[in-house]
């Protein structure tokens, strides 16, 4: 069974910066093998996509409202993704979620492209 836990959240002001980390485990390989996302769900609204690397290549890509800002990465030594985030806004305030694919899925910016998820870890940017 493949495991996400997420870490890195906190309290920042706008402006500043924050990087997430998503360690996974339980199977040898899984991040260079799967397509890794990060999503976010802020209070009232629906779990949104934020970025992706995928297991090839690999090839990223950004929702608008971060391109620019937000940089996803993985180191598939420590079987880890990151999400660094420069330049927060009060709207990037979020419960953020880590997910992986299922071997050798594409991922996408739809929940349903993602076989395994996080806890998720509570992004809170003040303005």
């Known amino acids: 069974q493949v495991q996400l836990v997420e870490s890195g959240g906190g309290l920042v002001q706008a402006g500043g910066s924050l990087r997430l980390s998503c360690a996974v485990s339980?199977?040898?390989?899984?991040?260079?093998?799967?397509?890794m996302g990060w999503f976010r769900q802020a209070p009232g609204k629906e779990r949104e996509f934020v970025a992706r690397?995928?297991?090839?290549?690999?090839?990223?890509s950004y929702a608008d409202s971060v391109k620019g800002r937000f940089t996803i990465s993985r180191d598939v030594t420590k079987n880890t993704v990151y999400l660094q985030m420069n330049s927060l806004k009060p709207e990037d305030t979020a419960v953020y979620y880590c997910?992986?694919?299922?071997?050798?899925?594409?991922?996408?910016?739809?929940?349903?492209?993602?076989?395994?998820w996080g806890q998720g870890t509570q992004v809170t940017v003040s303005s």
């Open positions: 997910a992986a694919s299922r071997p050798y899925g594409s991922g996408g910016p739809t929940l349903g492209a993602y076989a395994y």
């Open positions: 690397i995928s297991w090839s290549n690999p090839g990223r």
């Open positions: 339980g199977r040898t390989g899984t991040i260079s093998s799967s397509s």
